[in-house]
């Protein structure tokens, strides 16, 4: 079947848009022999919808950053467990907010169990390790002078 598609320009005629296949349509462009039913365009406006949902439910983008959180391995150590969203996904930090003794400040990697990042330097927003899609980490702050530890959730 040949399919061959015309330009009908628009006429400034009083009445009725032209009939093709039983049914009145506009005047613009129509393809001869190639008519999608109404009910067609729904359901491939249905599957493109849904396709569309598929792939970006897939994808594994972050959609927001956990706000901080305050894991206290005691008064004398103390810090901020949060994320923020970078190229599209979630980095987490650990921001010492009380260093007042031998501190250690650890972003804990539960998958692989061991320490992601880990650090005695009281300097904020430290760490910066990617909290994808599959990763489960948490910050843990401990106290070498009492052995004493605090652990943030697992995000």
């Known amino acids: 079947m040949l399919l061959v598609a015309r330009w009908a320009p628009a006429r400034k005629a009083i009445g009725r848009a032209p009939r093709i ?3 009145w349509r506009p005047l613009g462009l129509q393809i001869e022999g190639a008519e999608m039913p109404r ?3 729904v359901r491939v406006g249905v599957l493109a919808v849904g396709a569309s949902a598929m792939v970006l439910a897939a994808s594994g983008v972050a959609s927001a950053s956990v706000a901080p959180v305050k894991v206290a391995a005691d008064a004398a150590c103390q810090a901020l467990e949060f994320t923020r969203i970078e190229s599209g996904h979630d ?3 650990v921001d010492p907010t009380v ?3 031998s501190c ?13 990042y880990s650090s005695m330097s009281p300097a904020g927003n430290q760490g910066d390790v990617y909290d994808g899609p599959g990763q489960n980490l948490q910050v843990e702050v401990l106290d070498e002078a009492n052995g004493l530890t605090g652990w943030g959730p697992a995000n």
């Open 99 to 101: 260093d007042q003794s």
């Open 21 to 23: 296949l039983g049914v």
């Open 104 to 116: 250690l400040y650890v972003i804990w990697d539960n998958n692989a169990g061991r320490a992601a």
């Open 91 to 93: 980095h987490m930090y």
């Open 39 to 41: 009910r067609g365009f």
